[in-house]
């Protein structure tokens, strides 16, 4: 699957507040000073992580447009990126 952003990839189901306090947790161990792109975005209420996680996302197609089809989010996942 070819790289593609956050927004692209949005799971719409399998979040919860619960999740997202997990997650912010889990963010929190990896803050950085200051944001790593290559292209600088502004956006200066931002907290910048480490690329340290991957989001573990099902789903069961990929749009034309290049979204996916019913997805769910599953976690997070620290290490190398599964496909």
């Given at each position: 699957m070819p790289h593609r952003s956050a927004r692209d990839?949005?799971?719409h189901r399998g979040?919860?507040?619960?999740?997202?306090?997990e997650i912010r947790k889990?963010?929190?161990?990896?803050?950085?000073?200051?944001?790593?792109?290559t292209k600088p975005v502004k956006k200066p209420k931002a907290t910048w992580v480490e690329p340290k996680f991957y989001a573990d996302i099902e789903y069961r197609d990929i749009t034309s447009e290049g979204l996916l089809r019913a997805s769910s989010f599953k976690g997070l996942s620290k290490g190398t990126r599964r496909s």
């Open positions: 990839l949005e799971a979040w919860s507040r619960t999740k997202s306090a889990a963010l929190d161990t990896v803050v950085s000073p200051k944001q790593k792109l």
